[in-house]
């Protein structure tokens, strides 16, 4: 029942900016946590953001600064909006909903970032 659709992952040259978003389904956005992992080849999963159900949000330290989690509840919505990207920042991003054992992840989005 639960479906988290990823898209806008692209190439972009460092310094630029990417939005990505993420379509949910089955879920009521507004109360449930939700957040953003990428993971680059060979690499471990790693936190990027999160938004908790009464609008607090949490960045990894790497991405702190340059990119914001957002929502649109009525959308049912979630973005990451992304500036001053890095070659460092290439990876595949996830859009997961919900923690835990409830936790759902969606298909992934691609982006790379050219040096």
């Known amino acids: 029942q639960v479906q988290l659709v990823e898209s806008g992952g692209g190439l972009v040259q460092a310094g630029g900016s990417l939005r990505l978003s993420c379509a949910a389904s089955?879920?009521?956005?507004?109360?449930?946590?939700m957040g953003w992992y990428r993971q680059a080849p060979g690499k471990q999963r790693e936190l990027v953001a999160t938004?908790?159900?009464?609008?607090?949000?949490n960045y990894g330290d790497s991405v702190k600064g340059r990119f914001t989690i957002s929502r649109d509840n009525a959308k049912k919505m979630v973005y990451l909006q992304m500036n001053s990207l890095k070659p460092e920042d290439t990876a595949v991003y996830y859009c997961?909903?919900?923690?835990?054992?409830?936790?759902?992840w969606g298909q992934g989005t691609q982006v790379t970032v050219s040096s």
């Open positions: 997961k909903s919900g923690v835990g054992v409830l936790a759902k």
């Open positions: 089955g879920i009521i956005v507004s109360i449930n946590a």
């Open positions: 938004i908790g159900s009464g609008g607090s949000t």
